[in-house]
């Protein structure tokens, strides 16, 4: 599967963003579909994932309650909606996919995905 994703750009602290994921074939019923993000200097960190099957939804405690993660399955589009946004939300977001079957525990690292798309630039300014 292809991913491709879209949306980012820079907005000022308490903005919001909504980045898109296209997907290049049906994803509703075979993917886990993850996003993730990675700032200057750091390492990519898991932001929020939406399981295949019964679309159970996990985030990162960085993110909760400000970031909120969807899929269109019609669309085999996953969205994530970005809040309340602060500068240390700055990074390149990227999303990615892991078919069914893979161990949920191993969704929120990025060695769990072996699709991605391109990533995303988000810029937040304080």
């Known amino acids: 599967v292809q991913l491709q994703a879209s949306g980012g750009g820079l907005v000022q602290a308490g903005g919001s963003l909504r980045l898109s994921c296209a997907a290049s074939?049906?994803?509703?019923?075979?993917?886990?579909m993850g996003w993730f993000r990675q700032a200057p200097g750091k390492e990519r960190e898991f932001v929020a994932r939406?399981?295949?099957?019964?679309?159970?939804?996990v985030y990162a405690d960085s993110v909760k309650g400000r970031f909120t993660i969807s899929r269109d399955n019609a669309k085999n589009t996953v969205y994530l909606q970005l809040n309340s946004l602060k500068p240390e939300d700055t990074a390149v977001y990227y999303c990615?996919?892991?078919?069914?079957?893979?161990?949920?525990?191993?969704?929120?690292?990025?060695?769990?995905?072996?699709?991605w798309g391109q990533g995303t630039q988000v810029t937040v300014s304080s």
């Open positions: 990615a996919a892991a078919k069914y079957g893979t161990i949920s525990s191993s969704l929120v690292r990025p060695s769990g995905y072996p699709h």
């Open positions: 939406i399981r295949w099957n019964d679309g159970l939804i």
């Open positions: 074939e049906r994803t509703a019923s075979n993917y886990n």
